[in-house]
């Protein structure tokens, strides 16, 4: 995949904790903090805001010279203009006491509106994060610990990759296409830029060189009247699944903010499946629900649901689940979505499975009969 990314909502697990589980299954979440700590992982910002692995960061680092239009980087720089003093102070602090939090400095204030306001400090550390003068050291109870970027590259696991740093834009931006296609397994031109947010969007013409040195290859997919491109790694995959050999056999549910379903558009094509976060947008106007976990069975995506842990009282609650209307609920299917929310519910710590309703009504009833049978 190359990139994780992160986002702070634990309604259930954090995005790249989901992320990880949706494909290893039951593994130790503290892995990816003591990953981020022993340097093997970076933080930076890529699609987001991103763990990426450490070979990956120089690439990132170098292409940060062209990200001075990105919304983020452009905040932080304004913010350095109008509160130079209290920043500079800042990072001179860090310097001389070491790495800090931002709950390390005075607590937010309530104003008269009721509303929190963010202390100057975390913004500040941010903005420093943003302009490369800072970064993650590591995370404790997931709130970024921030360290003198020089101090946190000391410890990356491989170095950081001089070379890398010297790439031009156009060997950089071949980087990530060739990336980005081997992570999306089968592309079609216009899916490729949003991966690593590359700009312009990249078009078949900028991938002919690609093609012509063996790099990518084109197929052509059934019902699609455009190229797709797969990487030249993936050529034996690319072989089975022309001969029909290439199986979808797992069943899993994804975060959110999954490479799956990050691309709406790549997921309605690929999949047919319609998707938004809706933690975004107003109550009233949800279809779904506020953390709603798109459901992946046998290489479709054929439902999904809205999930809510609760830990104190090991209850995985679903407050509602859904299935595609052209999907339909085989014994397969609700065996393999059964043993895929039980498995989830147990990494939440919450075993208990609370199923509130289902559409079709249906699959609720032979859900819970599965799940009090185990």
């Known amino acids: 995949m190359r990139l994780l990314q992160i986002d702070s909502i634990h309604v259930v697990a954090r995005s790249p904790y989901l992320v990880l589980h949706s494909r290893l299954g039951d593994y130790a979440p503290q892995w990816l903090d003591d990953a981020l700590e022993a340097g093997r992982l970076a933080e930076c910002w890529a699609h987001e805001a991103c763990f990426v692995p450490a070979a990956d960061l120089a690439l990132h680092q170098a292409w940060r010279r062209q990200r001075s239009m990105h919304w983020a980087h ?27 939090r931002a709950a390390d400095f005075e607590g937010e204030k309530r104003g008269a509106s009721g509303w929190w306001s963010w202390k100057p400090e975390k913004r500040w550390l941010e903005a420093w994060f943003a302009l490369g003068e800072l970064m993650v050291t590591r995370r404790e109870r997931f709130q970024r610990v921030y360290d003198l970027a020089e101090r946190v590259l000391d410890k990356l696991d491989p170095p950081l990759d001089q070379a890398l740093l010297q790439l031009d834009h156009t060997a950089l931006r071949e980087r990530f296409i060739l990336d980005s296609v081997r992570a999306l397994g089968v592309a079609q031109a216009r899916w490729i830029a949003d991966y690593y947010r590359l700009k312009p969007a990249v078009t078949g013409r900028e991938l002919a060189s690609l093609v012509a040195a063996g790099e990518l290859l084109v197929v052509q997919v059934a019902d699609w009247n ?29 975060s959110p903010f999954d490479p799956v379903v990050w691309d ?48 104190a009282d090991g ?3 679903i407050k509602a689940l859904f299935l595609e209307p052209d999907v339909e609920p085989t014994e397969r299917l609700l065996e393999d979505l059964a043993q895929a929310v039980t498995a989830t519910a147990r990494w939440h710590g919450t075993p208990k499975v609370r199923l509130v309703r289902s559409r079709p009504a249906s699959v609720a009833a032979a859900l819970r009969a599965r799940w009090r049978a185990s």
């Open 226 to 254: 455009v190229p797709a491109y797969v990487h030249r790694d993936h050529a034996e995959l690319l072989a089975q699944a022309a001969n029909g050999q290439l199986r979808g056999t797992h069943t899993a549910l994804l």
């Open 74 to 100: 452009k905040h932080a720089a304004r913010m350095h203009r109008e509160y130079r003093q209290g920043m500079d102070d800042l990072l001179a602090h860090i310097r001389q006491q070491g790495a800090a």
């Open 315 to 317: 209850v995985f609650e």
């Open 264 to 311: 709406r558009a790549r997921a309605q094509a690929l999949f047919g499946f319609e998707y938004t976060i809706e933690c975004y947008v107003p109550a009233p106007k949800r279809r779904y629900g506020y953390y709603v976990l798109p459901i992946l069975h046998r290489g479709r995506l054929v439902g999904r649901l809205d999930a809510k842990a609760h830990r």
